[in-house]
Structure formats: structure tokens, C-alpha cells
């Protein structure tokens, strides 16, 4: 593959033939009928997304002299089922009613419940099977990762990698929780939840896992390349993603209009406006972030002072900065050309997304 373009597109189908794959050998172990349900709602799930972690663990791996091997994308697949099982957690606990504008999984479960007529609390239902989808998923991830077909000498070099991904992704979301909690947030702390929550397991790690898996060892350059290019990428791309969270399209992201806003999402955005809003603003703020029943109109309002303070401004320089060195940090990187290239690419298509 020498046009990147056209490689994002093989890496999805592949990616896509690997998860259809991967779920169809499932089905006969479970023999319950009643699970039924479940096994459904996770290829749904599935089906949709991007597929840029395993496009950064694609170019890891070319990048570090490995050649096209159907195993690798069946080790790629398996990052999609840990972004998925994240996904459904977090709808879980941000309450959100709907992710790629289909109904969340939980709400899922909940109308299952309650069209069936069965006994107790259906949201309680929605939640509890919500949770155990996710865990599924989680568990699948280490499945397909393990059984992916690569050569047992680089799976054994990059599972250390695999591991601390999943642990970071957790600890991730606990900041995330915490941050809500504790109301005020720094730019430090919405910086280092950005990279927490998503940055490294977003790029950073995928990235990681790909030159390692080549290379078969954790050489000192390939840790300096992931942390000079991977969390610049990551944290950009996170910022990019708060920013949709606040002013995306909903027909194009798939989430009601400013959803971040109703869920007292703590982000840069809004540490950054609460550190330049005027006493009123910041009241403003601090009254109606999080609240679940927020209208247009007050979408609008926070959106407005969001512009006002310069955080919109500040977040977007941010990332444009954070870009810039991603791909200043490519330059000397002992990689192929045409990873170069394709990296430097997808950047610039994690961090420029609408959706």
C-alpha cells in the first residue's frame, strides 16, 4: 500500500472482517437462546466507528518493517472491542440515551425490558446488562488479541503493552468521574484526563503496540516516538472530541446537541472559560453545567460564554500546536517513508474530525 487514503480504507473491511469473524465463532459456545440478545446488541455495536486505534496500530507495525499478515489485523480488531466496551460503560455512567444516534446500550435494554413486561426496575435492568455487555466485550478483546495468530514472540514482547493499555483506560475514566465530582477542575487536571481517558489508548498505545509487535522488543526509540507523537496526537484528539461534545453537529456525531454540557463534562473547554469569565458568566457556568434538563437555550447560553472567555479559541490553538509537534516529532523517526506519511495524515484526520 502506498496511497494511506486508500489503506485506512483495507484496514477498516479488514478490521471489519475480523470483528464479524471473531463474533460468528462466539455464537456456538453460547448455547443459552436468552443470550440471544446480548451477543446481538455487541455486533450492533461493533459495526460502526472509525477504526483509527487500529489504523495507528496498523502503521506502528509497517512502520517498524512488519508486512501484510491477516493475523495482525485480527490483533488490531481486538483494540475496537476495548473501545467499545469503554464506550458502553461510559453511557452507563454519563446517563447518555444515545451513542452513533442509536439508542445507548443500556436504554437498549431497558426497552427490552419493558416491552417484555418483566418483573422489576427496567432502567435497573437497562444498566445491569448495559454493564455486563461492556464486560464481555472487555474480555473478547483479550480473546482476539491472544488468539490473533501473530507469532508468540511478538505477542509476548508487546503484551506488557496490551495490559498497561486497559489499565490506563480504566484509571482514565475513574479521573474522569473524579474530575465530575470534584467540580473545579485545573488545566493540568483536564490535561491529564484528556490523556488518561483517551489520548493513550487512543493513539499513543495502539501505536506502541504496532512498532513493538514488529520490532519484537520495547526499544528505547519506540517509547520516545509514542510519547513525542502518540500523546501529542492523543491529547489533541481528545481535545477535538471535547469540543464536538460542546458545538458538534448531531447529525453528524451521532449525540444530542451539547450533551457534554448536560453531563458536567469537566473539560479544558470549560476550565479554560471559567478562568477568564467575568463573576456572572462563571455563576452561569457553575449553575447549569450537569444539569440533566438543560434546554436549548441554555445549551446555547454556555455555549456562548464558552466563545466569550476565548476557551473555544484557546482549546482550537491548542491543538493546532499539539499537531505541529506530532508531526515536527516525525521527522528524524526511524520508520518507514510511507508510515511517516500516513501517520502525519491520520493526525491531521484525528485531530480535524466532525464527528
Known sequence: MT???????????????????????QRPRIN????????????EFLAGGKRLRPAFCYWGWRGAGGGEDPA?????ASL?????SALVHDDVMDASDLRRGMPSAHRRFQRLHEKAGWHGSAEQFGESAAILLGNLMLIWSGEMWRGSGLPPASLAAAQEVHDHMRTELMCGQYLDLLEQAHGENSFDSALRVALFKSGKYSVEQ??????????????????????????????????RDDILGVFGD????????GDDLREGKRTMLIARALAAASSVQA???????????LDVSGVERLRQIIEETGALLACEEMIKKYLEDALSSLD????????????????????????
Open 32 to 43: 443459552a437462546p436468552e443470550v440471544a440478545p446480548l451477543i446481538a446488541a455487541a455486533e
Open 80 to 84: 475496537e472491542l476495548l473501545q467499545a
Open 206 to 239: 495502539p501505536l506502541r503496540l504496532g512498532l513493538v509487535l514488529a520490532a519484537r522488543e520495547r526499544a528505547p526509540w519506540i517509547d520516545r516516538l509514542c510519547e513525542e507523537y502518540g500523546r501529542c496526537v492523543g491529547i489533541a484528539f481528545q481535545l
Open 3 to 25: 496511497n494511506s487514503a486508500a489503506a485506512l480504507d483495507i484496514i477498516r473491511s479488514e478490521v471489519d472482517r475480523s470483528l464479524r469473524e471473531f463474533v460468528e465463532r
Open 250 to 257: 448531531p447529525a453528524e456525531t451521532g449525540k444530542p446537541a
Open 72 to 76: 495482525f489485523f485480527t490483533a488490531a
Open 283 to 293: 455563576e452561569t457556568v457553575r449553575a447549569t453545567l450537569g444539569d440533566p434538563d
Open 332 to 355: 528524524d523517526a526511524p520508520i518507514t517513508a510511507e508510515a511517516r506519511t500516513a501517520l502525519a495524515e491520520l493526525a491531521v484526520a484525528a485531530t480535524s474530525r466532525r464527528t
